[in-house]
């Protein structure tokens, strides 16, 4: 285990389940935590498959998936609030932060949230 427990980004999410290597690699024996709405960003597409969904639901059972509470609500206004983020990037950002995790993410912007540890994770 390397240490660092990450709260994935939903684009994170995609490119695990799209196989790549060395993220796998980076969360090797780790315990992957989300959001909840990471979780429904992935199941809401509307050109969704039945396998794509088969797959991203079983991926889904060996996450830990934070709700939505009243911290994390405080601090996703704080974030947007300071940032400018979209509502569902600010929650994102706002569970990493109440979860103590470090956000791993491929998004440029939500990287300079000053509040957030953060890896951007470049390909």
Known sequence: MNGTNYLLD??????LLAGDDSL???LENSNPTISI???IELLSFKKITEEEEKTIRA?????WIVGLDETIKEQAIAIRRANGLKLPDSVIA???L???CTLLTA???MSTIA???CFLYEK
Do not use: M, P, R
């Open 10 to 15: 939903t684009n994170i999410v995609l490119y």
């Open 24 to 26: 796998w690699a980076l």
């Open 37 to 39: 709405i990471t979780e």
């Open 59 to 63: 991926f889904l059972n060996e996450c």
């Open 94 to 96: 706002g569970t990493a």
């Open 98 to 100: 109440v979860s103590g």
């Open 107 to 109: 998004d440029k912007k």
């Open 115 to 117: 509040q957030v540890n």
